[in-house]
């Protein structure tokens, strides 16, 4: 996670040095800040995939900033640390909605490993947050009618396979619905280029070669000028290959 941005707080000047360098030196983008108070100063301002705090600080404690950010940063993850390790703190801290918890003295490389956790830990809420809501985008503007458990399921995967650029196969009787399905797709993934549809069973095997790859002028005796190709065509879009 050598892009992630890390908050360290903690009231010890040395303790705030030595862990910033040592993180830096993993890759991490690491700022600092001496008390509660000021970490929260510095979160208004700014955006961090995580924060490590100290638990007992003068002034605001780890506790108390651990749930500021769940209050008003509830997608940061916070790992707190204290040299008063105890099963009551732990308990306090994960109630307080720590992601985690270090007891001091801590081992750098377990800091890391806890800082990597914590940072998937958001971009995989952050991704489930996406998805549900583009489920929620298509629900309300699908062309799929229907609530069934069944229907769900394909537009739940129609929101995870649309970003993407692989080759999608749509099965399914007569009048299922495979076309409006690939539209979906289609629309979901906001392409560029446009939604193109081609028969592939009303066309000869002939005619079916020349339509998706094109011609040039005189390839065959109907050929009076040049014409580009289906794939050409959807470039950018969608080619939706119906009864291939």
Same mark, same amino acid.
């Given at each position: 996670?050598?892009?992630?941005?890390?908050?360290?707080?903690?009231?010890?000047?040395?303790?705030?040095?030595?862990?910033?360098?040592?993180?830096?030196?993993?890759?991490?983008?690491?700022?600092?800040?001496?008390?509660?108070?000021?970490?929260?100063?510095?979160?208004?301002?700014?955006?961090?995939?995580?924060?490590?705090?100290?638990?007992?600080?003068?002034?605001?404690?780890?506790?108390?900033?651990?749930?500021?950010?769940?209050?008003?940063?509830?997608?940061?993850?916070?790992?707190?640390?204290?040299?008063?390790?105890?099963?009551?703190?732990?308990?306090?801290?994960?109630?307080?909605?720590?992601?985690?918890?270090?007891?001091?003295?801590?081992?750098?490389?377990?800091?890391?490993?806890?800082?990597?956790?914590?940072?998937?830990?958001?971009? *995989?809420?952050?991704?489930?947050?996406?998805?549900?809501?583009?489920?929620?985008?298509?629900?309300?503007?699908?062309?799929?009618?229907?609530?069934?458990?069944?229907?769900?399921?394909?537009?739940?995967?129609?929101?995870?396979?649309?970003?993407?650029?692989?080759?999608? *196969?749509?099965?399914?009787?007569?009048?299922?619905?495979?076309?409006?399905?690939?539209?979906?797709?289609?629309?979901?993934?906001?392409?560029?280029?446009?939604?193109?549809?081609?028969?592939?069973?009303?066309?000869?095997?002939?005619?079916?070669?020349?339509? *998706?790859?094109?011609?040039?002028?005189?390839?065959?005796?109907?050929?009076?000028?040049?014409?580009?190709?289906?794939?050409?065509?959807?470039?950018?879009?969608?080619?939706?290959?119906?009864?291939?």
């Amino acid at each position: 996670m050598s892009d992630a941005r890390v908050l360290f707080v903690d009231d010890d000047e040395n303790m705030r040095d030595v862990v910033a360098r040592r993180l830096k030196t993993r890759g991490f983008d690491v700022e600092t800040a001496p008390s509660g108070d000021a970490a929260l100063g510095v979160l208004g301002q700014a955006d961090f995939d995580v924060v490590v705090s100290d638990l007992r600080m003068r002034g605001m404690s780890g506790l108390d900033v651990c749930t500021w950010v769940v209050e008003n940063r509830s997608d940061t993850p916070v790992v707190v640390v204290t040299a008063f390790g105890s099963l009551d703190t732990a308990i306090a801290a994960i109630r307080a909605g720590a992601y985690d918890f270090l007891v001091k003295p801590f081992d750098i490389e377990a800091l890391v490993i806890t800082i990597d956790r914590a940072v998937q830990h958001k971009r *995989l809420r952050g991704e489930v947050q996406r998805l549900r809501r583009a489920v929620a985008t298509n629900q309300a503007t699908s062309p799929l009618v229907g609530e069934s458990d069944g229907m769900r399921r394909v537009r739940d995967m129609v929101a995870r396979v649309a970003p993407g650029t692989a080759s999608v *196969l749509i099965t399914g009787e007569s009048g299922t619905g495979k076309e409006v399905v690939a539209r979906l797709l289609h629309d979901t993934a906001q392409r560029s280029g446009p939604f193109v549809a081609i028969n592939c069973a009303a066309l000869p095997e002939a005619l079916l070669e020349s339509e *998706l790859f094109g011609h040039v002028r005189g390839a065959f005796t109907d050929a009076k000028s040049d014409k580009p190709g289906l794939l050409v065509e959807a470039n950018g879009g969608t080619l939706f290959l119906d009864e291939i």
